[in-house]
T-cell receptor, first 109, second 119 residues
Framework: GQNIDQPTEMTATEGAIVQINCTYQ??????LFWYQQHAGEAPTFLSY??LDGLEEKGRFSSFLSRSKGYSYLLLKELQMKDSASYLC??????????WGAGTKLIIKP | GAVVSQHPSWVICKSGTSVKIECRSL??????MFWYRQFPKQSLMLMAT?????????EQGVEKDKFLINHASLTLSTLTVTSAHPEDSSFYIC???????????????FGPGTRLTVL
């Protein structure tokens, strides 16, 4: 079966750095997405990786290793507004998004 | 950017009634739209894929007669929850797929979601 694993919850301090990991097992691979979702709102797109390596976009970076079935989202200089759930999703061979359960990130002052 | 709207943003209805949710792509045409359901503290669950001009493709376990999907135009898809019951209470989110650009994938843009509460 297809499976996306990510931690349920993480806590970090304002101004610090946090890394949210995601491992996946899917039938085929056409890219990995990270989305941010605040409570009661729809997800918003953060990043897309289809090749191995690190993609940097401001305070957020996303890394992919296809051979390991592994990705992480790195958030730097954490701000209180970064408190949200972060969803990892993989596009399989049918171009269908398979979603992880999300990681709830709690930022403390 | 690409904007997707949903209407209504929240709805409360009595058990046994039907509720229609609209999903519109405001500044682009979407051949494909997706309907998701999300229960509290859970991830998005794809319900169906809606293709303009053809029947929707439902995921396993989703009753097509209960969740009616109509994708009548390239900018509008509707989801009708028929004979709603309290267990149908959830956050319903649509997304619209914009065609290939310079990227190697078709971007999905999400609507703001509709919170349905069935009493």
């Amino acid at each position: 079966g297809q499976n996306i694993d990510q931690p349920t919850e993480m806590t970090a301090t304002e101004g610090a750095i946090v890394q949210i990991n995601c491992t996946y097992q899917t039938s085929g691979f056409n890219g990995l997405f990270w989305y941010q979702q605040h409570a009661g709102e729809a997800p918003t797109f953060l990043s897309y990786n289809v090749l191995d390596g690190l993609e940097e976009k401001g305070r957020f970076s996303s890394f992919l290793s296809r051979s390991k079935g592994y990705s992480y989202l790195l958030l730097k200089e954490l701000q209180m507004k970064d408190s949200a759930s972060y969803l990892c999703a993989v596009m399989d061979s049918n171009y269908q998004l398979i979603w992880g359960a999300g990681t709830k990130l709690i930022i403390k002052p | 950017g690409a904007v997707v709207s949903q209407h209504p943003s929240w709805v409360i209805c009595k058990s046994g009634t039907s509720v229609k949710i609209e999903c519109r792509s405001l500044d682009f045409q979407a051949t494909t739209m997706f309907w998701y359901r999300q229960f509290p503290k859970q991830s998005l669950m794809l319900m169906a894929t809606s293709n303009e001009g053809s029947k929707a493709t439902y995921e396993q376990g989703v009753e097509k007669d209960k969740f009616l999907i109509n994708h009548a135009s390239l900018t509008l898809s509707t989801l009708t929850v028929t004979s709603a019951h309290p267990e149908d209470s959830s956050f319903y989110i649509c997304s619209a797929e914009r065609g290939a650009s310079s990227s190697s994938y078709n971007e999905q843009f999400f609507g703001p979601g509709t919170r349905l509460t069935v009493l």
